[in-house]
């Protein structure tokens, strides 16, 4: 590792903030869908735990590797083109820092940069220990392993060149690094059960999996964001895939034809609400996810297009009339959909009073909305079919 320099260790935690929140983002519904089928509900506590995983990797990675320097300036500072040697001599900081008690006193040796640069190694590799002994439940063996193999794949990165990228090696690999790496993996298992004493363990929810859960307003509104996002994921996988078709039979790059972003709004509506509302229990692709499933003491394939319809029809109606014009009647036909979209989400709490908060699809096709590992029980007042009961 190289010397910093006065404030050299601060933005890279800037950037490790800001990057790993980003990519939590762009993880967090793959996340939630994996929460949901291995341990059958969300855990916050791991969410939160991926959140500062995401944090700790960006800023891992900006520490070691970032700022890339410019090739010309680091090659004429290392004497011209190849690899530098390989520090293979274990424990030379201690050298290092004899050698500047006895030119400068053990004061100067103390604060200087040869110590503080195995303390930071040291605590650069804390956080991984702690996540996989605790988060990933591994054991301190495995923890200081990884930490191990971490450790040799970045001084190897550093030491080559980034594999012949950069006609130089930019850092020194040091054999030291991977001493002091690996300690701080152990010494983060070691202490990682006292510091994430409150993580719940993943084996432990897979255990309660399969209870049934209440149908709660943030499942209800999971399962709905959920649709959603299978709807983009389908109607962008489409449209990328016309413009990639018809881009290799022209031989160079084509925009997407006019009629590609309303068909593909089309095909994802109807793949997304209506083949699942033919199917098994009903449920959409989104609350399938989140184990719930519409519910009718007397079901039929007009209440199950019905329920569908009601969102999910007009969501994807909303999407086509915004595919082919964003003015006029189709713009109009736009709003008045995302309106009765947004409508439909705050129409969930209101429900309350119905059992299985149904919402807006399931008062309207006389559906409940239940728990797909609740037992089956005839009840009454299984459809919802009373608008008096609309608010509780």
Known sequence: MHDPGVGGWTWQAGFGLLGGALVFLAVLVPAVVVQYRRYGRISGARLLGLLAVSVYVVALVAYVFLPLPDPDTVCNRRGGPGLAA???????FVDDIRSTAARRGWRAALTGWSLWQVLFNVALFIPLGVVVRRYL????????GIGLAVSAVIELTQWSAI?????????????????????GALVGAVIAP??????????????????????????????????????LLVAVALVAG????????????LDAPVWASPAAALIAGLGVFYLPALRGSGASIGQALVWLSPRWPEPSSDRRLLRASVTGGVFTVGQVAGAVSGSG??????????AWTV???????????????????????????????????????DRPDDAARLVG
Not at 86 to 92: A, I
Not at 137 to 144: I, S
Request: hydrophobic share 50%; charged share 15%; net charge positive.
């Open 86 to 92: 390989f520090q293979w001599s274990p424990f030379s």
């Open 137 to 144: 439940g591994r054991g301190v063996v495995a923890a200081t």
């Open 163 to 183: 594999y012949g990228l950069y006609p130089c090696s930019y850092r020194v690999g040091d054999v030291d690094d991977l001493i002091a790496n690996t300690t």
């Open 194 to 231: 006292a510091l994430l004493f409150w993580m719940p363990q993943a084996r432990d929810l897979r255990m309660t999996r399969t209870e049934p859960r209440p149908v709660t307003v943030g499942r209800r509104w999971v399962g709905m964001l959920l649709d959603g996002a299978a709807f």
């Open 242 to 253: 016309t413009v990639a078709v018809r881009s290799a039979l022209a031989g160079r790059f």
């Open 329 to 338: 009647a189709a713009g109009w036909v736009q709003v008045t959909c995302w």
């Open 343 to 381: 409508l439909c989400l705050i129409a969930v709490p209101f429900t309350t009073a119905v059992r299985g908060r149904p919402g807006l699809s399931g008062l309207i096709s006389g559906a409940a909305m239940v728990d797909v590992r609740a037992p089956v029980v005839a009840r009454a007042d």
